[in-house]
C-alpha cells in the first residue's frame, strides 16, 4: 500500500515504520498506570498514535507502516486505514518487532528504513526528515532519549543480530545497541535527542509544549487539555479548613 504522501507510479525512496500495539486496557503504556485509569490510558494512546501516523503522513516520499503483535495485526488494520500498511512481526517483544522492520522493509533490496516508536508524535518533523539523510552516510541512525533508551532506529539493511532482547525498554537499551553496533562494525549517525512519553511527568512536560503549538499534535494537545482540567478540578480546595 502506498502513503499519503508518495506519489502515484514512483516508489518511496525509504520506509518510516511505527512500532505500535492495539489500545487495550494493561497493553499500552502501563507505566501511567498510577497516574491514569486504564480506559483513559488507552485513550491517550489512541491520540498519541494518530498524531504519529499524521506526523509520519507528513513525509515526501516515504512509505508509512506499522509492525505489530500478531494479535494486533486487525485491530490497528482498521485503526490505521488503507493507506497505511500493517505488518505483523515474527516472535514475541520489541526486539523481535525490530528485527521484523529491517528483515520485511528491506528484504528486496537496500533501503532507508525507520523504526520509530509510538508516542513521539510531537517531535519536529525535520528531525525525522534529517534522520533519513543521515542514513545515506551511515550503517545505521539512533534517536537517543533522556532516559537511556531510543526513540527512533534505521538501518538500509538487515542486522538480525543488532537487536538482542536483553536490555530492551531499559536504561541501558541505548549503550547495548550501540555496543552490538561496535561488534558488527557498523557506522553510526544520531538524531537529536528527545522524550518519549512513560510517566506522569513525561504527560506534564507535553502538556505544557502543546499548550504553546498544539498543533504539532492535535488530538494529544485537545486529551491533554481535558486531562489538566479534570486534574485540576479534583484538587482538593486549599481554602476549606
Not at 506499522?66 to 488494520?77: G, H, K, M, N, T
Request: aromatic letters at 6%; glycine letters at 6%.
Amino acid at each position: 500500500m502506498k502513503s499519503a504522501s508518495q506519489s502515484a507510479g514512483s516508489p518511496a525512496k525509504g520506509a518510516l515504520v511505527i512500532m505500535a500495539k492495539a489500545p487495550r486496557p494493561g497493553a499500552v503504556k502501563t507505566r501511567l498506570a498510577s497516574s491514569l485509569s486504564p480506559g483513559a490510558i488507552t485513550e491517550f494512546y489512541c491520540c498519541l498514535l494518530g498524531d504519529t501516523l499524521a506526523l509520519a503522513r507528513s513525509l515526501h516520499d516515504v512509505e508509512v507502516a506499522i509492525v505489530c503483535p500478531q494479535s494486533d495485526l486487525r485491530e490497528l488494520a482498521e485503526l490505521a486505514g488503507r493507506e497505511v500498511c500493517v505488518v505483523a512481526q515474527k516472535g514475541e517483544g520489541l526486539a523481535a518487532g525490530l528485527t521484523s522492520v529491517f528483515a520485511h522493509f528491506t528484504k528486496d533490496h537496500p533501503r532507508r528504513t525507520i523504526a520509530f516508536n509510538s508516542d513521539s508524535p510531537h517531535l519536529p518533523r525535520s528531525v525525522l526528515a534529517d534522520a533519513f539523510e543521515t542514513l545515506a552516510a551511515h550503517d545505521l541512525v539512533v534517536g537517543p532519549t533522556h532516559d537511556g533508551g531510543y526513540y527512533l532506529v534505521g538501518a538500509k539493511t538487515s542486522h538480525p543480530m543488532l537487536f538482542a532482547s536483553d536490555g530492551m525498554g531499559t536504561s541501558s537499551a541505548l549503550e547495548r545497541l550501540l555496543s552490538r553496533a561496535r561488534t558488527l562494525e557498523l557506522s553510526v549517525g544520531f538524531a537529536a535527542p528527545f522524550y518519549d512519553i512513560d510517566i506522569a511527568d513525561d504527560l506534564t512536560r507535553l502538556a505544557a509544549e502543546l499548550r504553546l503549538a498544539p498543533e504539532r499534535s492535535p488530538r494529544t494537545a485537545s486529551w491533554l487539555k481535558e486531562w489538566e482540567l479534570v486534574a485540576a478540578q479534583s484538587q482538593p480546595d486549599r481554602e476549606k479548613p
